[in-house]
């Protein structure tokens, strides 16, 4: 790709985009600044502030479809500066950042709604509502920034939001570790993230958007290679990708709107969004392209596979997260039109999983907090909006047409049999098997919650719908999650091309027509299974299995492995050190010194009080000096 | 501006000290308010200072030159380069801070509360001296100085084993301090018996005696900083010491290590310096990594956050052996950003400690849910202390790791696992500390019942408002350094490598 | 057999170590302080016969000095050793031995 | 020239030589056995007996005044001060054969042969064959040794001659001041200061009762008994406790059994 | 024969020690003819005036250089410089000795014949005025250190050694409380004093049958004539050496210190450890530097390894000693080792870096054993180290000066200790002894330790029951202990006028 990128710089209304990320920062800030005295109002500001945001999103947007150069941006301030390094607080407006923008805003206000309604009885909403407008603030910097310092701002700006907002009720003991663990995890793709932009820097001098994209092609191989596989990591780490995966579905410890916001619809997105932000990188290098399915594939797999031994709700979602980001991955991975797919798989993700996981937030209120899907049934009679509302992101998930999920999934599941060689059977077949899997635990999910047989226990006497603060967010993320697949499938991609470049595709090893009703097919087969297999309900205790479930009920070891490989010999390593540390080194200088002290302890003996000693000791020394003055005269020392 | 700002800076506390050293000890509300206004007023005055410093001017500034010790050659020569002018800049804003702060502190140990603050402002006094010093020996002066204040504010006012850590800290500094007197002497005779800095900065030196004066030099700087495995002391002097002190300690006083690696040991030993870098990178890359670790391991919320900074000072050496001027900046403004991130950090857990009067985490536990302004400050804290973006000190991390990257992959790479780390110990400590259940032994303790009071508050919000500033918009700070360190890498003789691939156009 | 007068000093050097190691092995505090007469004793002799060797008077003088030198020592050092011995009953320097370590 | 003086030419003389062996020997065995004598006394007059032999040295070697010096001020003045405190003090005072210092002995030994070694071998191979000029030019120069020695001793060495002089008062203050024990006035009682307290009221001027004295008893803390029978505490020093007899003691004789 | 031509003799040169010894004389007149109870009266200000004026005479004679007395004397820049630091320093001293208001009676014991614990000796202890021969010693000893450093000749120099110690000797034995140790300090002084001045003896001896004359000039004509016997040379340089090393305390001659600093009455020990030493350096100074240049580069190795060996007793055994005046001994042990240092360059800057830490020594060190004199309870001086604890809070202005006075020891800056120990580091740096400036600066690595563990004491300990208070001192240990903290503290920070008179006065004369 030889065309040159270039940023044009901002006017009119684009001039102003810095409001967007202003406006939720500013009302974080105040929330959290003004402490109880905002807790009456906190919440309404918290939604205005990302309202406002999304209405000048939008309007950020048309202004951005009526420039000839779809990419504008704003540098605010010189931001840091050194040498030959330099980079600006700088923003960017292009089509990628505004689909971002608009998913973030426009869903992460619907949440923000419905948040107020979740939240109403916890005494912390004000707080709560303070670090989800960080979180979006930071959001918009990770997908406006102009350059990869700006995006990294952001992305740790998310993974604090992240970190709060999972142990946000800190004094559970179990929120406070499963934040510390999302943070940690972070922090491994943090590294290696910052670790490329080093490279760049030293490889180009720049780290701006458009000079790394313009200068990208003087790279090696091997540079490319390296970088990529860096900026991979950072993402996994963010998206609870395959190694960095255990974190995201132990912070389902967060209320439920930061699960539906930051852990399936925007956040976790980011990697997807770094990879897409980076095609350039990754499209220079075939071998790096590979690495990207592979771990997309394999990623999506595990998650689909544990998702189906899962008993918690949210922990079926985070899964099935997972496993879609996974889809996603394997679309950026791809490379060349699947990007957009994946951005539009993105998109539609975002709609749909913030309402299954509003829709789980919503049972679980009526349900005391209840999560456990094996202790539900028959909901559908007491919460209705809920159960239409789930029942439709339930058929877009899982593929079904028309709804959206078909639309986005679809198309990435035909680009991975348009690979050139027998890889486009491995990812090919994995997507498809992944689709099937997505449809078995989805509709695992929805049976067992709500239809079949009551299961739960009696102190929960009146199952109840929630208020409509709730449930209007909830409906218009089912609308979303009905047509936004359709719709955005064609336009999308056509809007992103000056991004991600033009559509090119390859030829498939099978007819299109053909991956369309496999794919169809493995979802109904899936979701057949379930349904039968569910929908007189379940045992409401644990029942005996076979490995592979045991092992996916265990999250396939991963967790055991983390805990055997890093966290034992760490603790074992910070112990010794310790000890190595007070007895070792400070022993040591100790020692050093309880020497001297022992050395003058008995040489002060040799001060016996006998006059005699004492002259002794001067013959000794005269003897001694004598003889050395003679040696030299002698020149024995010569 | 002809105004001897820098002599009068380092006089004006010293003055204050005795002022509130002579007041009654009956009257202890007194000297805490002398001693405020005078430190407020010295703020003031560097303010100043700061405003009239031009930061595209000379590369020393304010410079003043009284003789002293004809004899010897050693002037009273006061000069502020971009470097030094950050750090009594830091000095002058954490001061009436950590007097605010340590408003109770004397009176605990039923001691004299007169003293103690004029102890502080004596300390004050000493730290500007040594870092206005253009004079090796003028600096020397004060690098032994400073010692004896911090000595008694460790011994008298500070707690758990106190005399231990404070003659411990004191040995340490001595036994470095004695080296660089070794060093002092031979660059004196060697030099041409002259302690201008400027003149030895152009005197040439052999290779040998070159590189012994350098390890004479860096041995004082090593354990002042300190480095691993020089560092045993300031576990020992932070946790003892009262926070207020502690914080001035490690914010400032050991900063005096870094900055005399930049000031005394690269300039004037360049040869030197490029010949031991690699020692100095790794001793500094060992500490990240060791002193983070064993900051996990900790028990005592004031030790933890000495070994933080031993870490956070080996991210300083890397960045100022790289000699590179991205490493080099992001080297000073760590040394301004870990003293008010630290600075903070310890004044925070300073809070904690007064409440509970214990130090030790596990007599902690679900503070937040007690305290939870306090705990927010102390996670505030604790991410800038772990650089997170947005907070200043990522600003500087980011550059050390960043410029130290282009001339050295593997220490940079390793460096940069710190930063795991860093959020290892920082959150690690937060959860123990203020999250999960709360401790029954917390809740029934009286001091927990009080969240934040305005007084404390004061303290904290400059140094919150200033590091996320200069989180966002380190420019003022880097302007000023920039060309200091611009001039300290010719000084060693260093250049920046170019782009590895790419064209130089694009690099603009 | 001729001898010189180097025997002279040899028998000095060897008067001056016995004194010398007189002083380490006797107790009795004026026994000790003979012990040192007898090593100026043989310095006076060094010098002697010094003087005779280089041919000047000097040497000579310098015994002539030693010896007031030395007789005003012996009235302070006598003096010194009394006034323990009234307290103590007893001149062995053993016995004074509180001060030590 | 004086005799002495010729004899001072190098090498020695036979004379001298007939001398010195005899006397050289003499005052080896006078220094070791003031080393080894047990007596102090013994060690004092050993060491007399070698410093005599020191002074017929002297004056072997051209310096007649200083022989006699030596033997008058030395020997006979210097040594009789250390005679007259030896008998004072520690007459019988000899040194005990234990030596209480572990080793010191052994060790002093051996250091004093290295000593002696190290400096009669140096001085042996330095000053072998070397040529002494002999004082009879010197003596001569100013009509005699003893001429000699004054002409020195009041031109070149006259402030280190003068300043001696603050040595001897130096010796003599000291020697007050350690030894002497001043009688103050008021310290000691006068004779009428004495009668008139005896005869003060309150005193018993007649001479005291004896202590009592019995057959079971003669302890001087056994108090007399006055006419009435009762003790008479008089009788018995002041620093004793008088002491209560035993009923046996009291009971007449004969009758205890 | 029979016209002797006396020698021209400058009296003005010799002022200072004639005068001292004239006043020395008076003072033993006034024993005999003032009564008792008024002699302190007449004693002390005799004594000051004295020394006053031989200060008067020895700024008189400031620049001149040359030889007086038949060669005997040398009036130089270094003679001059150090007979006006004894005199100084012997003022100071001399107050201290003076005092008589911290003990009845002052410091020293009314009758020292007197057996000890004898009914008689009780008495005395009460209150008794202390015996004023005191005085005249004094001023012997101090006449005789004048002529120390300004002796010329070997034979001079021996009898002025002597003229010195035999007062010291004396002074010794005068203490008013613990008398035993005082008489035991006395005899140790003496026996071992006795026995070094007889191997100084015979070093002037080889030495005079090395060169065949005995004045500083002619030996350092014969050593660079190079005639005559090695051995001679070198086994007399070395028995020279001995003694006075020895007066200097020096290891392995310094075994007498501690006992001696310990069980003297205090002014006396601190009048040893600055004037004695100032004595002692000034000698050594005069032999090597004018004597024996010629063989510097023999002699230097071996008194370098003394002056290591030196600092590192001094500083090692330091660290346990656990009486605060024995501590200063040792302190005064490693501090000869500084000394020696300086000494040891051989160069100019040797001699005027050695003479100002002389002076600056000696000022810090008589404060301190100023404020040792202080810190008492019933029964005298409270002299351990663990009586000392908490005395920062009785006491807060003395423990605060001798905590000065103690950072002065260790060598901070700011203090007199640091610029002089820069002084003589500097002079062996430019010397080419960087072996030796390495050893100093380890020692005062080690050396720091113990003060340290005073100044913990002092503050950081609570005081306990038996911590003895400080005694409000009198005017003359105020005039004293001032004099002492603010030359300490001037000479830190203002060392400039004392560094050029050093600078000027480094010249010998030979």
């Not at chain 2, 031991?276 to 060992?286: G, N």
């Not at chain 5, 024969?1 to 400058?10: R, S, T």
């Not at chain 5, 003990?103 to 009780?122: L, Y």
Request: glycine share 10%.
């Amino acid at each position: 790709m030889e065309h040159t990128v270039q940023f044009a710089p901002a006017t009119g209304l684009l001039s102003g985009m810095w409001l967007l990320v202003a406006l939720p920062a500013v009302s974080a800030a105040v929330l959290l600044l003004l402490g109880r005295r905002a807790d009456r109002w906190g919440h309404w500001l918290g939604c205005l502030s990302v309202g406002a945001a999304f209405v000048l999103g939008l309007l950020s947007f048309f202004a951005l479809r009526g420039q000839e150069n779809r990419a504008v941006q704003l540098n605010l301030w010189e931001f840091i500066s050194a040498g030959s390094f330099r980079v600006d607080f700088g923003l960017l407006f292009d089509p990628l950042s505004a689909v971002f923008v608009l998913l973030i805003t426009g869903v992460g206000f619907l949440i923000h709604v419905y948040a107020v309604g979740y939240m109403e009885h916890d005494e912390g909403r004000r707080r709560f509502f303070g670090y989800f407008n960080l979180f979006v603030a930071a959001m918009l910097v990770l997908v406006l920034g102009n350059n990869y310092v700006m995006t990294f701002l952001g992305w740790e700006g998310v993974g604090l939001a992240s970190y709060l907002l999972i142990s946000f009720w800190y004094v559970r003991p179990s929120a406070a570790t499963a934040g510390k663990k999302a943070f940690l995890m972070n922090r491994v793709g943090d590294a290696a993230f910052v670790i490329a932009i080093f490279l760049l820097f030293a490889q180009l001098g720049t780290v701006n958007f458009d000079g790394v994209a313009n200068q990208v092609h003087t790279l090696s191989s091997g540079v490319t290679l390296m970088l990529g596989l860096l900026l991979l990591l950072g993402a996994t780490g963010k998206s609870g990708q395959f190694p960095l995966t255990a974190w995201l579905p132990d912070a389902m410890e967060g209320p439920t709107p930061v699960s539906a916001l930051i852990h399936a619809a925007t956040m976790v997105t980011g990697g997807v969004y770094l990879i897409a932000r980076s095609n350039f990188i990754f499209t220079a290098n075939s071998t790096l392209q590979l690495v990207v399915v592979s771990v997309g594939a394999l990623t999506l797999l595990i998650g689909a596979i544990i998702g189906c031994a899962k008993d918690d709700i949210k922990r079926v979602l985070a899964w099935s997260t997972v496993s879609q980001i996974g889809y996603m991955f394997l679309g950026v991975g791809l490379g060349g039109a699947a990007y957009a797919l994946a951005i539009v798989h993105l998109l539609a993700h975002g709609f749909f999983k913030a309402g299954l996981f509003l829709g789980a937030g919503s049972v679980m209120h009526g349900m005391r907090d209840q999560v456990d899907i094996r202790r539900f049934g028959g909901l559908w009679k007491y919460m209705k909006i809920t159960w239409v509302t789930f029942g439709l992101a339930w058929l877009a998930i899982i593929g079904l047409p028309p709804l959206s999920g078909f639309f986005s999934k679809e198309p990435i599941i035909v680009a991975a049999f348009e690979r050139k060689d027998w890889t486009a059977w491995l990812f090919g077949i994995a997507a498809l098997l992944g689709a099937g899997l997505t449809a078995f635990y989805m509709t695992r999910l929805f049976m067992l919650t709500f239809h079949g047989p009551k299961r739960w226990t009696d102190d929960i006497e009146h199952p109840h719908e929630s208020p409509p603060i709730m449930t209007i967010p909830l409906v218009l993320l089912a609308v979303g999650s009905v047509a936004a697949g359709g719709l955005m499938v064609g336009p999308v991609p056509k809007w992103l091309t000056p991004v991600l470049g033009h559509e090119v595709r390859g030829e498939a090893v099978l007819a299109h027509s053909a991956i369309t009703i496999l794919a169809i097919a493995v979802t109904l087969i899936g979701a057949g299974l379930a349904y039968l297999l569910f929908r007189d309900g379940t045992a409401t205790a644990p029942q005996p299995a076979g490995a592979l479930v045991t092992a996916a009920r265990k999250n396939l070891y991963i967790d055991a492995f983390n805990e055997a490989v890093f966290e034992k010999p760490g603790i074992f390593l910070t112990r010794a050190l310790v000890f190595l540390d007070g007895k070792g080194i400070d022993g040591a200088v100790n020692g050093i010194a309880a020497s001297v002290g022992g050395g003058s302890g008995r040489l002060r003996r040799l001060q016996t009080g006998f006059v005699r000693s004492y002259a002794m000791s001067m013959l000794t020394g005269a003897l001694l000096v004598v003889a050395a003055f003679l040696a030299v005269q002698y020149g024995w020392f010569a | 501006m002809n105004f001897p700002f820098l002599s009068v800076l380092t006089v004006a506390p010293l003055v204050g000290a005795v002022v509130v050293a002579l007041l009654p000890r009956t009257r202890p509300a007194l000297a805490k308010q002398v001693a405020l206004g005078w430190s407020v007023a010295v703020l003031a005055l560097s303010v100043a200072m700061w405003i009239a410093y031009q930061a595209g001017g000379d590369r020393f500034q304010f410079r003043e030159s009284y003789p002293w010790i004809p004899n010897w050659g050693v002037r009273f020569t006061f000069a502020a380069d971009g470097i030094a002018l950050v750090m009594l800049m830091l000095i002058a804003v954490l001061m009436p801070l950590v007097i605010l702060a340590s408003w109770h502190d004397a009176e605990r140990g039923k001691r004299n509360v007169p003293v103690y603050f004029a102890l502080l402002l004596a300390l004050q006094s000493t730290m500007f001296g040594v870092f206005a010093a253009a004079d090796v020996f003028l600096f020397y002066v004060f690098f032994e100085v400073m010692l004896v204040p911090m000595y008694f504010l460790i011994g008298s006012y500070g707690g758990g084993k106190r005399q231990y850590a404070a003659v411990k800290f004191f040995l340490y500094s001595l036994v470095g301090g004695l080296f660089m007197l070794a060093a002092v002497i031979g660059l004196w005779v060697l030099g041409g018996h002259t302690f201008d800095w400027q003149a030895l900065v152009d005197a040439n030196f052999s290779t040998g005696a070159e590189r012994w004066l350098f390890l004479g030099f860096f041995a004082a700087f090593a354990i002042k900083a300190p480095f691993f495995p020089f560092h045993t002391w300031l576990p020992d002097a932070g946790g003892a010491a009262p926070a207020g002190a502690a914080a001035i300690l490690v914010g400032v006083l050991d900063k005096v290590g870094t900055f005399g690696i930049l000031r005394y040991c690269l300039p004037l030993f360049p040869e030197a310096s490029r010949y031991f870098a690699p020692l100095a990178l790794t001793l500094a890359v060992i500490g990240i990594i060791y002193a983070a670790l064993l900051a996990v391991g900790q028990n005592d919320l004031k030790r933890l956050v000495s070994y933080t900074s031993i870490a956070h000072f080996g991210f300083i050496g890397v960045g100022i052996f790289a000699f590179t001027t991205q490493a080099g900046t992001g080297a000073v403004l760590y040394m301004v950003n870990h003293g008010l991130a630290t600075g903070l950090l310890f004044l925070v857990v300073g809070m904690f400690v007064a409440r509970r009067n214990s130090a030790l985490v596990s007599d902690f536990g679900g503070a937040g849910k007690l305290l939870p302004l306090l705990a927010g400050v102390l996670l505030f804290a604790g991410l800038a202390s772990l650089a997170l973006p947005g907070t200043a000190p990522f600003v500087s991390e980011f550059l050390v790791l960043l410029g130290s990257f282009t001339v050295n992959k593997t220490v940079a790479v390793i460096a940069t696992s710190g930063i795991i780390l860093a959020a290892g110990y920082v959150l690690w400590m937060i959860q123990r500390t203020t999250q999960g259940t709360v401790n029954p032994a917390l809740a029934s303790n009286e001091g927990m019942r009080h969240d934040m009071s305005l007084r404390e508050k004061v303290v904290v919000a400059p140094l919150i408002a200033l590091i996320v500033l200069l989180g966002f918009y380190p420019k003022p700070v880097t302007d000023v350094i920039n060309p200091a360190v611009k001039a300290t890498m010719a000084d060693v003789g260093a250049s920046d490598p170019a782009p590895a691939a790419g064209t130089t156009e694009a690099a603009r | 057999m001729t001898l010189t007068p180097e025997w002279y000093l040899l028998l000095a050097a060897a008067l001056f170590t016995i004194g010398a190691v007189g002083v380490l092995i006797r107790r009795n505090a004026i026994v000790l302080f003979m012990c040192v007469e007898l090593m100026l004793n043989a310095a006076n002799l060094a010098l002697v016969t010094f003087s005779r060797i280089n041919g000047t008077l000097d040497g000579q003088i310098i015994a002539f000095f030693v010896m007031v030198v030395a007789a005003a020592e012996v009235v302070v050092g006598l003096a010194i050793i009394m006034s323990i011995f009234r307290t103590r009953r007893s001149a062995s320097v053993d016995d004074s031995n509180l001060l030590k370590y | 020239m004086t005799p002495a003086a010729v004899l001072a030419a190098t090498p020695m003389s036979t004379g001298e030589m007939w001398v010195f062996i005899p006397l050289g020997i003499l005052a080896l065995v006078g220094a070791l056995g003031m080393v080894a004598a047990r007596n102090a006394v013994h060690s004092a007059l050993f060491l007399v007996l070698t410093m005599l032999c020191l002074g017929v040295f002297y004056i072997v070697q051209s310096g007649p005044f200083l022989g006699v010096a030596q033997i008058i001020v030395y020997t006979g003045a210097i040594m009789m001060l250390f005679l007259f405190v030896l008998m004072l003090v520690g007459r019988d005072a000899s040194d005990s054969l234990i030596e209480t210092l572990r080793g010191q002995r052994v060790a002093a030994i051996l250091l004093g042969v290295g000593f002696a070694g190290l400096v009669c071998v140096g001085l042996g191979r330095a000053l072998a064959g070397t040529t002494a000029k002999g004082l009879a030019e010197a003596n001569s120069a100013h009509g005699g040794n003893v001429q000699g020695l004054a002409s020195l001793l009041f031109t070149r060495y006259v402030f280190a001659f003068e300043v001696t002089s603050a040595l001897l008062i130096t010796a003599a203050v000291g020697a007050m001041l350690l030894a002497h024990i001043e009688r103050r006035k008021g310290e000691r009682p006068t004779q009428p200061e004495q009668m008139r307290a005896r005869f003060a009221p309150g005193n018993y001027p007649a001479p005291k009762a004896g202590p009592g004295v019995y057959a079971t008893s003669d302890s001087v803390a056994t108090a007399g008994l006055l006419p009435d029978g009762t003790l008479a505490a008089r009788s018995i020093p002041e620093i004793l406790p008088p002491r209560e007899l035993t009923s046996s003691e009291t009971a007449p004789k004969g009758t205890d059994r | 024969m029979n016209d002797l031509k006396l020698p021209a003799i400058d009296y003005a040169a010799l002022a200072p020690m004639l005068i001292l010894f004239g006043v020395a004389c008076l003072g033993v007149l006034v024993e005999a003819a003032v009564p008792r109870a008024r002699r302190g009266l007449v004693q002390v200000p005799l004594g000051l005036l004295g020394l006053v004026a031989a200060l008067v005479f020895v700024i008189a004679e400031a620049g001149t250089r040359k030889r007086t007395a038949g060669e005997a004397i040398a009036i130089d820049g270094p003679a001059l410089f150090l007979q006006g630091a004894i005199i100084v320093l012997g003022v100071v001293a001399l107050l201290l000795i003076a005092e008589r208001s911290l003990e009845p009676g002052g410091p020293f014991v009314a009758q020292p014949a007197r057996p000890v614990g004898s009914e008689a000796d009780r008495s005395q202890a009460a209150g008794e005025g202390g015996a004023t021969e005191a005085y005249p010693l004094v001023m012997f000893a101090l006449a005789g250190m004048l002529l120390f450093v300004a002796a010329n000749d070997l034979l001079t120099m021996f009898v002025a050694l002597e003229v010195f110690s035999l007062p010291l000797y004396l002074l010794c034995a005068l203490a008013r409380r613990r008398r035993l140790l005082s008489q035991e300090a006395a005899l140790k002084y003496f026996l071992l004093g006795a026995y070094a001045s007889a191997f100084f003896l015979f070093g002037i001896a080889l030495i005079y049958g090395y060169a065949g004359a005995i004045t500083f000039s002619r030996i350092h004509q014969a050593v660079t004539a190079g005639t005559g016997s090695g051995v001679l040379l070198f086994a007399g340089l070395a028995l020279l050496a001995i003694g006075l090393l020895f007066k200097a305390a020096a290891a392995p001659f310094h075994v007498w210190t501690p006992d001696v600093y310990q069980g003297a009455p205090t002014p006396i020990t601190s009048l040893m450890a600055a004037c004695t030493k100032t004595a002692a350096f000034g000698a050594l100074l005069r032999v090597l530097y004018v004597g024996f240049p010629g063989a510097t580069w023999d002699f230097r190795p071996i008194i370098g390894v003394i002056a290591i060996l030196t600092m590192l007793v001094g500083a090692v055994l330091a660290v346990t000693q656990t009486d605060m005046k024995r501590l200063l001994a040792y302190s005064s042990i490693a501090n000869a080792g500084y000394l020696l240092v300086g000494v040891l360059a051989m160069t100019p800057e040797g001699v005027s870096s050695t003479l100002f830490y002389l002076v600056a020594y000696g000022f810090t060190v008589i404060a301190a054993f100023a404020v040792v004199t202080l810190v008492r309870d019933a029964d005298g001086e409270a002299t351990h180290l663990s009586r000392w604890a908490g005395l920062g809070r009785r006491s807060p202005l003395f423990a605060g000066v001798f905590t000065f006075l103690l950072l002065a020891f260790a060598g901070i800056p700011l203090t007199s200790g640091f610029t002089s120990k820069f002084a003589v580091f500097g002079a062996a740096f430019g010397g080419g002894q960087v072996w030796l400036v390495v050893a100093g600066v380890v020692t005062s690595m080690l050396l720091a330790f113990p003060y340290l563990r005073v100044v913990v004491m002092m503050w950081l300990s609570e005081p306990g029951e038996s911590t003895p208070s400080v005694s409000v001192p009198g005017a003359f240990t105020s005039a004293a202990l001032v004099i002492g903290v603010l030359v300490t503290l001037l000479l830190g920070v203002l060392p400039g006028p004392l560094l050029d008179l050093t600078t000027r006065a480094g010249d010998f004369v030979r």
